[in-house]
Nanobody
Framework: QVQVAESGGGPVQAGDSLRLSCVAS???????MGWFRQAPGKEREGVAA????????FYSRSLEGRFTISQGNRAHTVFLQMSNLKPDDTAVYYC???????????????????????WGQGAQVTVSS
């Protein structure tokens, strides 16, 4: 069984930076961890993912390079560093983890994230102008 927990959300001003953290506890392997977000009235969209075995990273093309995913020193810990935040970034950010290797389209397309079985409760990020 996997437990996934996010932290670090909150209210910020446009242009600010914010770092989200995610820890996944599991008896077994975790090979792919990702961040997804859902804004009010919108579908869930992929943000970024990382293959925890080789460090490969995957990003949504819409982010314009403003977000960076990385691994922590502690196993099964990932961070999402967000910079130059915009009001459109306001959403609940979810962390997901699973034992498969990240496919190339892990954060792309409609239904992004559907392959993940383990999700956190979400962290609210609110960006005001």
């Amino acid at each position: 069984q996997v437990q996934v927990a996010e932290s670090g959300g909150g209210p910020v001003q446009a242009g600010d930076s914010l770092r989200l953290s995610c820890v996944a506890s599991l008896v077994g392997n975790i090979n792919c961890m990702g961040w997804f977000r859902q804004a009010p009235g919108k579908e869930r969209e992929g943000v970024a993912a990382i293959d925890t075995q080789n460090g490969d990273t995957f990003y949504s093309r819409s982010l314009e390079g403003r977000f960076t995913i990385s691994q922590g020193n502690r196993a099964h810990t990932v961070f999402l560093q967000m910079s130059n935040l915009k009001p459109d970034d306001t959403a609940v950010y979810y962390c997901a983890a699973d034992d498969f290797r990240c496919p190339p389209t892990v954060v792309e397309g409609r239904g992004a994230g559907v392959i993940f079985r383990n999700w956190g409760q979400g962290a609210q990020v609110t960006v005001s102008s």
